[in-house]
Structure formats: C-alpha cells, structure tokens
C-alpha cells in the first residue's frame, strides 16, 4: 500500500476577519516548527476562493499524527479558521502515475 501525505484545508470561521497579529505570528511559527521537522511539504494561502484561507500538505506517518498537527495549528485553537484533513496518495512518474 502507498504511504499518503495528508493534505490540511483551512477553512474561514465567522471569525476569521477578527484575528490578532498574536495569532498570525503563532500561525508562522507553528509553519516554521513543521517545516523544521520535516512534517512541511508545502503550505500556501487560497486567493479567489471564498470561505478558504489555505492549506497544508503535511509528510507524517499516520492520519492520527496529521490530525494531532491540524488540531493544535494556532488559527483553529484561536477559532479563526476550521479544517479539513483529506489523505492524499501521490501520483508521479516513481510509482507510474498510480497506473
């Protein structure tokens, strides 16, 4: 079976337009804190899609590890966003596009 990464989508809460810059530089750190170990692939902000702030692809070995990653991210603690954890097998031209 391929191993998954799980991708994290960041979801606006009514909230959301409340945020403090306390929040914000948490959020960063945590990024950096991931990324430092190695648990980061790649994370960006949605522009032009309402209702979305972003999103994580996060390298971790098990769903109860990327869940524990999504519950303790700053924006969802603080109640400025919510989130959706989707597992997400990898297609390239290693495993032959899945075929």
């Known amino acids: 079976m391929e ?9 606006k809460s009514k909230n959301y337009n409340r945020m403090t810059k306390k929040a914000v530089m ?3 750190e945590n990024i950096r804190k991931l990324d430092d170990e190695g648990k980061l692939e790649i994370c960006g902000v949605f ?20 869940k524990e ?7 969802v603690k603080g109640g400025y ?19």
């Open 47 to 66: 522009k032009g899609y309402p209702g979305m702030a972003g999103m994580y692809i996060l390298k971790t070995e098990t769903r109860e590890e990327a």
């Open 3 to 11: 191993k998954l990464m799980y991708m994290m989508l960041l979801e």
């Open 69 to 75: 990653i999504c519950d303790s991210e700053p924006l």
């Open 81 to 99: 966003a919510t989130y959706k954890l989707v597992g997400l097998q990898i297609a390239n031209r290693e495993n032959n596009y899945l075929l």
């Open 26 to 28: 948490e959020h960063v």
